[in-house]
């Protein structure tokens, strides 16, 4: 791989949460892999009063929890450190972004990374042009959400596009950085055996679970305004359903795949008032264990500040993509907190065979479960003979696995932040959001949430530590279904 370009990263919101645990840690192991070019350097800049000296005496040990052990060394540290420069700055204060434009290189691609609320975005923009701290190579990265609507999110991305032009803007979801997403486009698109089967002629239905045991981590007030639907449906899980549902683009460039993606979102069939309360069920943790370990509900997490609420922690729902390749084929969406294990996976459900000329066996279906984790990895379940002097012709299903980490020859999976990093570092933008995909996918969202409200869909309570709400496995079961175990 190509050194990454002359670059500045400016990173508004540097002694965050995000920063400590996931983007210093992936630009200091782009370090370690001889990733980043010699004139490479980052602005860290943060409401805190701090020298560069005390905020890296602070930044070391967080990073270093979250580094990968075989790479961390003090030589490492002390290469990394010299790219780094502290700049304690308010981001409200125009001032202080004169401070800012002083310390900028020339001629050079400046990055601006917005890990800041989205509040914010428009007056760093603003403060932002007004000192002069743009130029013609000037590219900003916009963490989520953008937006909690769609009239919101039009709000953020008209405030963006004010100073930078779509080419220069990185909406980021960091699913798109997990190496097993992008093997999904090259599973689909560089095997014949596969992409002849990828349609309705051969594909029951789709699964895709994006399961978490955590709770909301000290987040209740931000949570409460939001909902497991605006957190993980409209960024993440609508990314994992484009990408198993687009068509081949005509090349593998930002543009070909955006469009793509679009015409799925735009494709899938409206929810609405009529409808919804047969294909979308909310769900609200409880009080519970994992393990042996107690788990407070909801409404008992540290911060509430109410002891009831009508906010979704789970969400599922049955969807469906009006179009010929998926015609007839449900896709059946699930996400949730405080469950029992923490996955996410793409489960591919062929059809059975119309025919099982096999007396002593069942008529298995065959399905491709592409895991994101905990353990990245595709295996295919197929059907082979038992082994067995009794049993001529018995069948039992063999799992076909294949380990990414494993077969890599490689001692880790590199984070998605790592990738994410290098793609905006060298211009690509093939892993990032367009804005026609953000507000097309609230476009959706917006219609099924309005519906949910006009229907008065409660929430149906599951205790911490299950998987969701009883009626979630009534949501598929009705259909002769199962959900992937």
């Known amino acids: 791989m190509e050194l990454a370009q002359d670059v500045e990263l400016v990173l508004f919101g540097a002694a965050g949460d995000l920063s400590g645990r996931k983007l210093f840690p992936a630009l200091l192991h782009l370090e370690a892999c001889d990733l980043l070019e010699a004139q490479f350097n980052i602005l860290a800049l943060s409401r805190e009063e701090l020298t560069t000296e005390a905020f890296l005496q602070e930044l070391k040990p967080k990073a270093q929890r979250y580094l990968d052990s075989t790479r961390w060394s003090e030589a490492l540290w002390e290469k990394f450190a010299k790219r780094c420069r502290y700049v304690q700055m308010n981001f409200d204060q125009a001032a202080d972004f004169d401070k800012l434009a002083s310390t900028l290189r020339d001629s050079v691609t400046r990055i601006f990374y917005f890990a800041t609320p989205p509040s914010l975005f428009k007056t760093i923009c603003t403060n932002l042009g007004s000192a002069a701290c743009l130029n013609a190579d000037s590219r900003v990265v916009l963490e989520k959400p953008i937006g909690n609507d769609l009239a919101s999110s039009r709000v953020v991305n008209e405030t963006i596009d004010q100073y ?107 929810i609405d008032s009529s409808n919804v309360a047969d294909h979308v069920v909310r769900g609200q943790y409880t009080n519970g264990f994992i393990g042996d370990r107690g788990l407070p509900g909801y409404c008992d997490e540290a911060g509430s500040e109410s002891d ?143 519906a949910w409200e006009q229907q008065g869909m409660r929430v149906k309570s599951y205790p911490a530590g299950s998987m969701g709400p009883t009626r979630a496995d009534l949501l598929i079961e009705k259909d002769g279904r199962s959900w992937h175990e």
């Not at 899980?237 to 799925?264: F, H, S, Y």
């Not at 998926?326 to 059975?352: M, N, Q």
């Not at 294949?402 to 093939?430: C, H, K, T, V, W």
């Open 164 to 270: 930078f032009t779509e080419r220069q803007t990185y909406r980021i979801d960091h699913y798109l950085g997990k190496e097993t997403v992008q093997n999904l486009l090259v599973l689909r698109f560089a095997n014949r055996f596969i992409n002849t089967q990828w349609d309705q002629s051969c594909i029951d239905h789709v699964q895709i679970t994006v399961a978490e045991t955590v709770g909301i981590e000290g987040r209740w007030s931000y949570y409460e305004q939001v909902g497991q639907l605006r957190d993980m449906v409209q960024n993440h899980l609508m990314q994992l359903l484009c990408l198993v549902a687009m068509e081949p683009p005509n090349a593998m460039t930002a543009e070909g795949i955006r469009d793509e993606k679009v015409k799925i979102v735009r494709a899938l069939r409206c």
């Open 308 to 450: 009831s609420s009508d906010t979704e922690t789970y969400v599922a729902i049955k969807a469906h993509i009006d179009n010929w390749r998926w015609a007839g084929v449900p896709f059946y969406l699930r996400t949730g907190k405080r469950l029992a294990e923490k996955v996410t996976e793409i489960v591919i459900c062929y059809k059975s065979l119309p025919h099982n000329i096999f007396s002593h066996g069942e008529n298995i279906p065959n399905r491709l479960v592409i895991r994101l984790q905990p353990n990245e990895g595709i295996e295919m379940q197929m059907v082979s003979k038992l082994h067995s002097l009794k049993d001529k012709m018995g069948l039992v299903r063999q799992n076909l696995n294949l380990d990414f980490l494993g077969s890599s020859g490689m001692d880790r999976i590199p984070d998605a932040y790592e990738r994410l990093f290098l793609d905006a570092i060298n211009g690509d933008q093939s892993l990032f959001v367009g804005r026609e995909e953000i507000e097309e996918s609230w476009r959706w969202c917006d219609s099924l949430i309005q």
